[in-house]
Structure formats: C-alpha cells, structure tokens
C-alpha cells in the first residue's frame, strides 16, 4: 500500500484553530494553519519536547526506545520532508505536525503501558489532550493525534485502509511513518532490536534474527516516501548481511552433541 504523491493536493491556508475542545474524527490537514517556517523555536514544540524528553526517561522504556530514539525520528522526519518538497512540490506538508507527531511517536505506546499504569485513560486520545494542555489548537491536536495513532506497523496491519484513509487527510504521516521505519532497520535498527529482546527478557537472540525475516525485512515494501524507500532499501540490505553473517556464524555445532573428548 505505497503511498502516492498524486494522490492528494492538500493545502493549508492561513486560518485561525478552533478553540472548541473535542476529538475531531481525522480532520483534514487543509483546515489547519499555515506551515511554519521554523517550527522547532515555537513555544508549542518547546513545550513538547521537554515533556517527551522526560516521559520517554521513565523506568518502564528501555533504550530502544527512548529520547534519542525520538531525537533520530525527528531528524530523518525533517530529512524525509526536505527532499519530499523539493521532488514533490505539488504536495503541502506541514511541518508542524510532522515535528509534533515524530516527537510524540511513542507517547501512549501499548507495548511499555501496562493497565496499572494508565488507571482507564484513553490511550487514543492522549497525544491529543497532552497538544490541547499546551495551548495547541483543537485541529492541530486532533491532526497530531491521528498521525501519531497510524504510525505503528501494527496498527497498518491491523487496518490498512485507516492507514490509507488517514494517509490522504494528512500526508504528514508518510514522512513521520517512513522514519520511525527507518530507525528499526539498518546498523540502528539491529542494535535496538537486540536492546528490546534483552530488554524484554522473554525473547533470545535467535528469536530477535527471526525477528529480521518476520517483521524488519518486510518494512522497504511498506514505505511511503520516495526517499524513504532509497534509504531503507540501502539499510534492509545490511540488515540482512548481518543475518547472513550471523547464520555463518551460528551454524558450526548448532543441532550436534560436542564431545571435548581429546580436546586439550
């Protein structure tokens, strides 16, 4: 389901946010303000990122999955979108969901939230009450909120025409999407895989090489971006060298009893 650029022509004219707060079913991109020209120097994003760096500081994420995770999103986010407008300017992003939504990925995710810990909050609707406490308007939140709920390649699994549908409202999330993707493969990719294994304690390391054809691999064909697909393709190839390597390596002894009889 590869995202095309001339599958939508959204705009964002210079308007006002709503100051009525509600959950917004999927609003489109268009109704939101302009673009910023330098989002990161906003109160808004300043606002967030020092609750995303201290939210992903908790002791329940592990190094996979932490600040300099968001930090690395972030960055090949503002990358995506770079080249995105240059080879593409028939399409409008705004970069101030995308920086929004890379920053806020990972807040909420189902997989370190235990249900002691979220004492019945809606985890559906957190980036986007979290955006509204900031002062963000209810669109924004709302447009924030849906990105971040499709970014997860369980979610576009589960429900690839939601994916599509929120695809064409808000195009930022091929870009936040195609970055998260890229931080899970490549010389970056093994190393969190095996932190998250070790971390989890229930999966060793020939479940996580498992893990490579399961899940990783699979990820060059689910990108959005034109760049995006570039890159991955370069870092699925070195994902799977370092399988090949580790088959080498694992195969002398595997499934055969070692006797040290005569060994010195």
């Not at 990972?106 to 406490?133: A, P």
């Not at 370092?242 to 006797?259: A, C, Q, T």
Request: aromatic letters at 6%; glycine letters at 8%.
């Amino acid at each position: 389901m590869d995202f095309s650029p001339d599958q939508t022509t959204s705009t964002y004219p210079a308007s006002q946010p709503s100051t009525t707060q509600h959950a917004p079913s999927l609003p489109s991109s268009s109704t939101l303000p302009s673009p910023l020209s330098n989002p990161i120097s906003t109160p808004l994003i300043t606002s967030t990122t020092s609750f995303v760096r201290t939210y992903m500081s908790q002791p329940h994420f592990d190094a996979s999955h932490d600040y300099a995770h968001i930090q690395r999103v972030l960055g090949l986010s503002h990358h995506l979108l770079h080249v995105e407008q240059a080879t593409h300017p028939s399409i409008t992003y705004n970069p101030t969901i995308i920086t929004l939504a890379a920053l806020l990925h990972d807040v909420g995710d189902r997989k370190y939230i235990s249900s002691s810990r979220t004492s019945g909050e809606d985890l559906n609707t957190l980036v986007q009450r979290k955006l509204l406490s900031f002062g963000a308007g209810t669109e924004l939140a709302g447009a924030v909120q849906a990105v971040v709920s499709g970014v997860s390649y369980s979610a576009e699994r589960k429900n690839p025409l939601l994916t599509q549908r929120t695809l064409l409202a808000h195009p930022e999330l091929a870009i936040v999407q195609d970055a998260d993707r890229l931080d899970a493969i490549g010389a970056v990719g093994i190393g969190r895989t095996f932190t998250y294994g070790g971390a989890k304690g229930s999966r060793g390391m020939e479940e996580t090489i498992e893990h490579f054809t399961e899940k990783l691999e699979k990820l060059e064909g689910m990108m959005k971006t034109g760049e995006g697909k570039r890159m991955a393709k370069e870092r699925t190839r070195r994902l799977r060298e370092f399988r090949g390597w580790w088959e080498e390596e694992s195969v002398i002894g595997l499934g055969e009893e070692v006797s040290i009889e005569g060994i010195a």
